[in-house]
């Protein structure tokens, strides 16, 4: 069966970095998009990044771009999210997913067939 496994998250301190990697099994992954969403305390889960099978498109919320960068391998089956200048507002439980190669809006989490568990990623003042 298809599963994601992110890795990477911890505490950091605020202006810090964290690299987070996302290992994919079970699926043909250069087939597919990858993004990466976050869910913070008492909100909804939101888009953060999202990168075409190839790699050669990337998307970015707006509260993140020019600070976090998305890359994939597909020889290695990995996404990864590079998260610099990290804020306190950063923090949050990241989400690695999987979409459809030719699926609709890479912003829809409903376009994201699978997930997977998650990692913490919580930054300090």
């Known amino acids: 069966q298809v599963q994601l496994g992110e890795s990477g998250g911890g505490l950091v301190q605020a202006g810090g970095s964290l690299r987070l990697s996302c290992a994919a099994s079970?699926?043909?992954?250069?087939?597919?998009?990858m993004g990466w969403f976050r869910q913070a305390p008492g909100k909804e889960r939101e888009f953060v990044a999202a990168i075409s099978w190839s790699g050669g498109l990337t998307y970015y919320a707006d509260s993140v771009k020019g600070r976090f960068t998305i890359s994939r391998d597909n020889a290695k089956n990995t996404v990864s999210l590079q998260m610099n200048s990290l804020k306190p507002e950063d923090t949050a439980v990241y989400y690695c997913?999987?979409?459809?190669?030719?699926?609709?809006?890479?912003?829809?989490?409903?376009?994201?067939?699978?997930w997977g568990q998650g990692t913490q990623v919580t930054v300090t003042s």
């Open positions: 079970g699926l043909t992954f250069s087939s597919n998009r």
């Open positions: 997913a999987a979409a459809r190669r030719y699926s609709g809006s890479y912003y829809s989490q409903t376009e994201y067939s699978y």
